[in-house]
């Protein structure tokens, strides 16, 4: 009897290392068998756009972006590697951003603004009205000297900065006095986050300026192109 039990507990403990085998072959397969990697590229499809697809050309406002510059293209990584998010956040921001387009596209037009800039406002506020740290708010997170300085109406009562359209033309008119005198919309792209004044320091002595006009707005820039590309190249990044 006393034999027929460690029979027993040596049946039942090789049965439990044959189960532990089978199951860790289950849990920890080989990432490259054919049923796991389809499991990977379908999770890949449905949920996020591959991060090392890059375009070969990249533009705003109709002005190339200079890939051949190490800098530029290592921030241009940077950026589609740490903005790109699921398919379902890309997707419902693009059918949100519909309604806005619709608003802020024949006011562009009207002004003879390029159509890209319309991208800027996902970046400043997703097009929520928003109040930054700052005292910036509305879509275009309009500052209030600027915002007066083109006939809005900011005070305690009524704060006009957060009207689509009308902040949209203040953003019209201030593009339509820089762009002359800058002589590139990216860098009045720039002159809208820093200021002319801001903007001209950080410039210094380049001759002729570069639109690498420091870290920060090289970074901002590549976040708006970043919603163009998927936007106007969905097919590209995986989105249809």
Not at 56 to 64: C, M, Q, R, V, Y
Request: positive net charge; charged residues 25%; hydrophobic residues 40%.
């Amino acid at each position: 009897m006393h034999q027929f039990k460690h029979y027993i507990r040596f049946i039942a403990l090789l049965l439990l290392v044959v189960a532990t085998v089978i199951t860790s072959k289950v849990i920890f397969s080989d990432p490259s068998s054919s049923e796991d990697e389809s499991y990977h590229a379908a999770f890949r499809h449905s949920y996020k756009i591959m991060g090392n697809v890059f375009p070969k050309d990249l533009s705003f406002a109709g002005e190339p972006v200079p890939l051949s510059d190490s800098l530029l293209l290592a921030v241009m990584r940077s950026e589609f590697h740490s903005r790109t998010k699921s398919k379902l956040h890309l997707v419902m921001l693009q059918k949100r951003a519909r309604s806005f387009f619709r608003v802020i596209e024949p006011i562009l037009k009207e002004y003879s603004i390029p159509d890209d800039f319309k991208y800027v406002p996902i970046v400043e506020s997703n097009f929520y009205d928003t109040v930054s740290p700052r005292g910036a708010k509305g879509p275009w997170q309009l500052m209030v000297p600027i915002a007066q300085t083109f006939g809005l109406t900011v005070n305690d009562t009524l704060d006009e900065r957060s009207d689509l359209k009308k902040s949209t033309e203040v953003i019209c008119k201030c593009l339509r006095q820089t762009q002359p005198e800058l002589g590139s919309w990216i860098l009045s792209l720039a002159g809208l986050n820093y200021g002319m004044e801001g903007l001209k320091k950080r410039l210094g002595k380049k001759q002729p300026p570069g639109i690498l006009v420091d870290k920060d707005f090289t970074t901002y820039l590549f976040r708006v192109i970043l919603y163009k590309e998927v936007f106007t190249r969905p097919e590209l990044y995986g989105l249809k």
